[in-house]
């Protein structure tokens, strides 16, 4: 490989990490991701050039934040092209990954992992929200708070509000691992269990990204809505009884 080959590797690898540096810590500054990679800003300032004509990160202004000389700081985030990109480099390594250990170990052994990843996303999910809401609807906006600041870009709404069908119900515009999940459905599976821990509660998926659809939907039922979380001290108390 000649040199001039070799620096446009070494260059693409430098831009990659820099679009990684920019969605860990987005709406950043070029003097902010020089920082964290021990580079200058000038030569981040090049790679943010390039990857925002490429379409995969974007300036985001923010009011009241100002750089040198008065002007306004430039704060870039990753566009929705940018997050594609990211999610599918990693989603194909990961189903390799994963065809591999099935292939050796079978399906349960898949079915094991997706169970561990999710149970660790619980642990932080529970870390995020270490005072739970006594009802069903407040831990629903709690979860899907806590769900937005891993990713998943939440929301808990209720739906046909004063009829028999009121609900509530939990949407996620994103999903970190939805080409994982479209060929290992185990992985949705394990999160609507966990969700249906979390809220203590049954409830039941509309839709998924996996599938194609716009969001992951979770159905709430409205039967539940203002019941109080039970502890679970008082649980196996009324099961030994």
Excluded: W
């Excluded at 040199?3 to 950043?28: C, F, K, N, W, Y």
């Excluded at 202004?61 to 990211?86: F, K, M, S």
Aim: aromatic share 4%; proline share 4%.
């Amino acid at each position: 490989m000649s040199s001039h080959a070799i620096a446009r590797s070494e260059d693409a690898r430098t831009r990659q990490r820099v679009l990684g540096a920019v969605l860990d810590l987005g709406p950043v500054s070029a003097s902010g991701v020089a920082k964290v990679m021990d580079l200058t800003a000038a030569a981040i300032r090049r790679h943010f050039d390039a990857l925002e004509a490429d379409g995969l990160i974007e300036v985001r202004r923010l009011a009241g934040t100002r750089a040198g000389r008065g002007r306004p700081a430039r704060q870039y985030v990753v566009t929705a092209q940018g997050h594609e990109l990211i999610s599918h480099t990693y989603d194909d390594l990961a189903v390799d990954v994963l065809g591999f250990v099935e292939r050796r170990s079978g399906r349960e052994a898949v079915a094991e992992f997706a169970a561990e990843h999710v149970a660790e996303l619980g642990q932080r999910l529970r870390a995020r929200t270490e005072r739970p809401e006594p009802t069903v609807v407040g831990r629903a906006r709690q979860l899907a708070a806590a769900l937005s600041a891993e990713g998943f870009a939440a929301s808990a709404s209720p739906v046909a509000v004063g009829t028999p069908l009121e609900a509530i119900q939990l949407c996620q515009g994103h999903c970190p691992i939805q080409h994982v999940a479209k060929e290992y459905p185990e992985f949705c599976e394990a999160e609507l269990q966990l969700f249906a821990e979390h809220l203590d509660v049954d409830v039941r998926r509309l839709s998924t990204l996996a599938n194609g659809d716009h969001v992951c939907t979770t159905h709430i039922p409205t039967s539940v809505l203002n019941r109080p979380l039970i502890d679970q001290t008082d649980r196996n108390q009324g099961g030994s009884r």
